[in-house]
């Protein structure tokens, strides 16, 4: 078992930064995939951003490629979403997801290859 806590979240004006982290414990985090979803209301859950075991590879949205960064700490057990130049329309519940790694790193935007979830932090930006 795993068990994924995020926090960071907030409100923020258009323009303006957050870095959100997910805690993990319950398995050696550097054997464990990451990713990043949000979920707006009425809206299905979207893939944001994926990290490697070692944090060698990611990948991400194009919605948010070049304003948000995915990175992780091995040694605190954290994984980061750093987000830049925010948008009313990224505003939505981002959850941190983890998976044990059976797939290709580039298969990871499917919601459906994670086992574990956090129970999500919330973002609004305000324009």
Do not use: H
Not at 38 to 46: F, H, N, S, T
Not at 70 to 94: C, F, G, H, W
């Amino acid at each position: 078992q795993v068990k994924l806590v995020e926090s960071g979240g907030g409100l923020v004006q258009a323009g303006g930064s957050l870095r959100l982290s997910c805690a993990a414990s319950g398995r050696t985090f550097s054997s464990i995939v990451m990713g990043w979803f949000r979920q707006a209301p009425g809206k299905e859950r979207e893939f944001v951003a994926v990290i490697s075991k070692s944090g060698a590879i990611t990948n991400y949205a194009d919605s948010v490629k070049g304003r948000f960064t995915i990175s992780r700490d091995n040694a605190k057990n954290t994984v980061y979403l750093q987000m830049n130049t925010l948008k009313p329309e990224d505003t939505a519940d981002y959850l941190c997801a983890a998976d044990g790694g059976l797939y290709s790193i580039s298969d990871y935007f499917r919601s459906q290859r994670y086992d574990y979830w956090g129970q999500g932090t919330q973002v609004t930006v305000s324009s």
